[in-house]
């Protein structure tokens, strides 16, 4: 009887410690999932910001062509630049 009593005594520590050493584990899971969910947070608001910058690049850089385009038409004929009459020999 006590060799079965020392057995469930012996069982019940080592589920003790197993208990305790799985709630570290836990613990230890979890600080790394917050860990993870904030790089995830900081890779999608510089994602947002990358795309918003080349977003304004591309922006930037369309209105510039629309100026020159602009200013290219405005130029007198005599200004631009002579092209070659269609058909004629160069």
């Known amino acids: 009887m006590w060799k079965t009593l020392a057995d469930?005594?012996?069982a019940f520590l080592d589920m003790t410690r197993e208990l305790q050493?799985?709630?570290?584990?836990?613990r230890r899971s979890e600080e790394r999932l917050r860990d993870i969910e904030?790089?995830?947070?900081?890779?999608?608001m510089e994602l947002?910001?990358?795309r918003e910058s080349e977003s304004a690049a591309r922006e930037k850089l369309f209105?510039?062509?629309?100026r020159e385009l602009?200013?290219?038409k405005a130029l007198p004929?005599?200004?631009?630049?002579k092209q070659p009459p269609p058909g004629g020999n160069s």
């Open 21 to 26: 050493e799985h709630r570290i584990s836990i």
């Open 70 to 72: 602009t200013r290219q």
């Open 8 to 10: 469930w005594l012996h």
């Open 63 to 66: 209105l510039q062509i629309e």
């Open 48 to 50: 947002r910001h990358s």
């Open 77 to 81: 004929v005599s200004r631009r630049r």
């Open 38 to 44: 904030e790089a995830v947070k900081l890779l999608a």
